[in-house]
């Protein structure tokens, strides 16, 4: 059987166990006279039972499948002719692959040696083998399990306490899922960063002031040495995000007072939902508006007062790209606003303080940290925008702080490395991983920053 | 019944309201006759007079019809049952009902001869005339210094620092909270205990030098030492202030006013010497409040 069948044959066990077990239950509580005589309701019973079923059997599943494929590629690599064994782990799965593909009918038996076919069958054997012994195995775990929580149905089992106990640890296990993930994401990026390294000295990445990353794909061709410093793309990033918070956060944080404190609430109502749809809107449609629309007036805008504007301009990329996280800003703001207490503002209302002398002095001051929060939670954002850029600003990786010239970020230039046909230990690749590191470092730093504040904002009152 | 503060909530107020107003459950209502007063509810010499004072929220009356005039200099505090429309109308004598959209009131009423809700009258200089104390000290999270500072500060009261500094020295003297706290003036205000916290909130309403305050329960948050603290402070500034008291401690209303106003689902009911209100009472309704029948 498959792995998925034989999952979908563990779940049809699950259920029936559920079934099972809310029924035994029931039929236990009959004559002590109804259910509230049993320690937990018949639901509880039910999903022990369940539980019981499904969890071994998908344990036993989960091991089998991620095990198999290694042992069987062991098995048949063993028992090939002392000769033909490989020497390192290339030639190994180079090997593999071959035999696989013949297994699987890709590759006609009669292209190959003999050792090879003998190989494949017994490959196919072997296969086939694994999941005749995994189905047995899972079935009967199932079963086993299954049964064994089904006869241990008593009224006096307190199975809410069992339940609730495996819950907690199937949600810590999700939990954990995620948090095992963004490990596996910072190893795998930190294990070719230190790859990059050992190619390019991090001085020269570091403090390098050059940045082309084209160089020779064989040994013959003629091409530049490559420069790989990532002073232009780190200015390039600072100087859009620069850009896109002068528009984001003016915009933004007055929107959001004049929401909380201005608008009534038929305004609110209309206004809030509207200026959150922008954060809606696909990133690919903002780089075209302003690929499009926002690039050229801004050029022609410049031509016509007599500056020089490249038709792709970092105005224009952190303009859109302000525009964009404007919600960030707003809807964050709006919330530590409302969140200051009401009382705080009626005290200063009372001493003939106006509105906006109240926002000014009261308000904002109190709402600060939070806002701080906010904001900074928007810059991560925009470092780690690409879209926009790659559309509107261009791949030139400029060292420059006029945002009327072409520049490039980080981010865009991850994306050109790592697209098209790439050798992959190269230089060129593997600057992608260097790059992608400092960028979390930076954008980890600022949420860490962002966090921070964030906390030291709830002890402010009460 | 929670006494849940109108100001507390900006738009769970009408439900409390009305809530509240159905958990009262009071002799029949038609023993009150709309807009008529038992006792003495005008004065010779009024700071404040309000005549035919309604109050909606919406399509709720919340007050119906209310005559009142409120002495210089005298001290006079509102009770009630909860709901019953003692901060609602409160709230009318500076317009911080203003913020709340729902919320019109109708009649006319004076401070001095002049309509406080006349539509060219300023707000902030009507705030600064008639200061407010409400029943959660509410401090800003600032410096206790900058906290009494505020106030004068927006008006423009002080032209130097020093000057500054003696208006605050003395409005922390007048709240009797000045040798608690004149070394740590740059302490943050929130640090302070709730009794310090709300006479810190009644030295920044002297601070402007009103000559009206509004107390919303003032003492409904703190322990009965700090309450006899702000009691005494009462009394010691209704000699140079008109004070309006709302309270649900009848002992409070009988220890610092001179006379007494009972609101019953927004009307009032009686006025009268505060004496006179609790030893011989004229209305059935206030007879009843005040021996604990309900309420």
């Known amino acids: 059987m498959q792995p998925a069948n034989l999952l979908l044959l563990t779940i049809v066990c699950v259920l029936v166990a559920y079934g099972v077990g809310y029924?035994?239950?029931?039929?236990?509580?009959?004559?002590?006279?109804?259910?509230?005589?049993?320690?937990?309701?018949?639901?509880?019973?039910?999903?022990?039972?369940?539980?019981?079923?499904?969890?071994?059997?998908?344990?036993?599943?989960?091991?089998?499948?991620?095990?198999?494929?290694?042992?069987?590629?062991?098995?048949?690599?063993?028992?090939?002719p002392q000769e033909m064994i490989p020497g390192n782990e290339g030639e190994a799965s180079l090997l593999l692959s071959k035999i696989s593909n013949v297994a699987s009918g890709a590759l006609p038996p009669s292209f190959v040696e003999a050792p090879i076919v003998d190989a494949?069958?017994?490959?196919?054997?072997?296969?086939?083998?694994?999941?005749?012994?995994?189905?047995?195995?899972?079935?009967s775990v199932a079963v086993l399990a299954g049964f064994l929580g089904w006869v241990r149905i008593r009224p006096k089992v307190n199975a809410r306490v069992q339940v609730e106990s495996i819950l907690k640890w199937v949600f810590f296990a999700c939990a954990a899922l995620a948090i095992l993930t963004t490990l596996g994401i910072i190893f795998s990026v930190a294990f070719e960063t230190v790859r990059f390294f050992d190619k390019i000295p991090i001085t020269e990445?570091?403090?390098?002031?050059?940045?082309?990353?084209?160089?020779?794909?064989?040994?013959?061709?003629?091409?530049?040495?490559?420069?790989?410093?990532?002073?232009?793309?780190?200015?390039?990033?600072?100087l859009i995000s620069a850009i896109a918070m002068f528009v984001a956060v003016p915009v933004g944080l007055l929107s959001a007072i004049y929401l909380s404190e201005y608008a009534n609430k038929k305004v609110r109502g209309v206004v809030k939902p509207l200026l959150e749809m922008l954060a809606g809107i696909p990133t690919v449609v903002y780089g075209f508006f302003a690929a499009l629309t926002v690039a050229p007036f801004i050029s022609d805008l410049a031509a016509s007062i007599g500056i020089e504007a490249s038709s792709q301009s970092a105005l224009a990329a952190g303009g859109v790209m302000g525009i964009m996280i404007i919600p960030f800003v707003s809807s964050l703001s709006d919330d530590v606003i409302n969140a200051v207490p009401q009382t705080l503002r009626d005290g200063s209302l009372a001493l003939g303080a106006t509105q906006s002398e109240t926002m000014k002095?009261?308000?904002?001051p109190a709402a600060l940290p939070g806002i701080m929060g906010g904001i900074l939670l928007a810059v991560s954002r925009a470092i780690g925008e690409t879209m926009i850029v790659v559309m509107a600003a261009g791949l030139a990786a400029n060292l420059t702080a006029n945002p009327l010239e072409t520049v490039t970020t980080v981010t865009v230039q991850i994306v050109t490395l790592l697209t098209g046909d790439q050798e992959f230990d190269s230089a060129k690749t593997l600057a992608a991983f260097a790059l992608g590191a400092m960028l979390f470092l930076s954008t980890l730093l600022l949420n860490v920053v962002a966090l921070k504040i964030v906390r030291k904002y709830r002890e402010q009152y009460d | 019944m929670s006494t849940m503060n109108p100001a507390m909530t900006r738009e769970g107020e009408m439900a409390d309201e009305n809530r509240a107003q159905e958990q009262v459950e009071a002799p029949a209502e038609t023993i009150i006759e709309e807009g008529t007063t038992v006792g003495r509810p005008f004065s010779d010499d009024p700071k404040f007079k309000l005549r035919n004072v309604?109050?909606?929220?919406?399509?709720?009356?919340?007050?119906?019809?209310?005559?009142?005039?409120?002495?210089?200099?005298?001290?006079?505090?509102?009770?009630?049952?909860?709901?019953?429309?003692?901060?609602?109308?409160?709230?009318?004598?500076?317009?911080?009902?203003?913020?709340?959209?729902?919320?019109?009131v109708k009649g006319s009423l004076a401070l001095d001869d002049q309509n406080i809700y006349d539509s060219k009258r300023d707000v902030v200089e009507l705030r600064a005339r008639v200061g407010m104390v409400f029943q959660k000290p509410n401090p800003f999270p600032k410096s206790i210094y900058d906290n009494v500072a505020y106030g004068p500060r927006i008006h423009g009261l002080a032209n130097r620092k020093s000057e500054l500094?003696?208006?605050?020295?003395?409005?922390?003297?007048?709240?009797?909270?000045?040798?608690?706290?004149?070394?740590?003036?740059?302490?943050?205000?929130?640090?302070?205990?709730?009794?310090?916290?709300?006479?810190?909130?009644?030295?920044?309403?002297?601070?402007?030098?009103?000559?009206?305050?509004?107390?919303?329960?003032?003492?409904?948050?703190?322990?009965?030492?700090?309450?006899?603290?702000?009691?005494?402070?009462?009394?010691e500034?209704?000699?140079?202030?008109?004070?309006?008291?709302?309270?649900?401690?009848?002992?409070?209303?009988?220890?610092?006013?001179?006379?007494?106003?009972?609101?019953?689902?927004g009307h009032l009911v009686e006025v009268n010497e505060t004496n006179k209100v609790f030893t011989s009472p004229e209305h059935d309704l206030t007879e009843s409040y005040i021996t604990g029948r309900f309420g």
């Open chain 1, 23 to 80: 029924a035994r239950s029931r039929s236990l509580a009959m004559p002590l006279g109804g259910i509230r005589h049993l320690k937990s309701l018949p639901f509880y019973y039910g999903a022990r039972a369940a539980l019981w079923c499904g969890l071994p059997a998908l344990f036993v599943l989960g091991l089998w499948v991620a095990f198999q494929g290694k042992v069987i590629q062991t098995l048949v690599i063993g028992s090939l």
């Open chain 1, 361 to 364: 002095k009261v308000i904002f």
């Open chain 2, 237 to 265: 500034m209704s000699e140079s202030y008109t004070i309006v008291i709302v309270t649900h401690s009848m002992q409070q209303a009988a220890r610092v006013s001179n006379r007494t106003a009972y609101f019953h689902l």
């Open chain 1, 205 to 238: 990445f570091i403090f390098g002031s050059q940045w082309s990353p084209q160089t020779a794909m064989r040994a013959d061709q003629v091409a530049s040495q490559g420069a790989f410093g990532m002073i232009p793309l780190f200015t390039g990033t600072l």
């Open chain 2, 54 to 104: 309604e109050v909606f929220y919406g399509q709720d009356r919340a007050i119906k019809n209310i005559s009142l005039d409120i002495g210089r200099n005298e001290v006079i505090a509102f009770i009630g049952p909860s709901g019953c429309g003692k901060s609602t109308f409160l709230r009318c004598l500076n317009r911080m009902n203003d913020s709340i959209d729902i919320c019109k």
């Open chain 1, 120 to 139: 494949s069958e017994r490959l196919q054997a072997l296969r086939e083998q694994s999941r005749f012994y995994m189905s047995a195995l899972v079935v």
């Open chain 2, 165 to 235: 500094d003696d208006i605050v020295e003395n409005s922390l003297r007048k709240a009797g909270l000045w040798n608690e706290v004149k070394d740590r003036l740059d302490a943050t205000a929130t640090g302070m205990s709730g009794g310090q916290q709300q006479r810190l909130c009644i030295a920044r309403a002297i601070a402007v030098s009103p000559e009206v305050i509004l107390m919303d329960e003032p003492c409904s948050a703190l322990d009965p030492i700090a309450t006899a603290r702000v009691e005494e402070l009462i009394s």
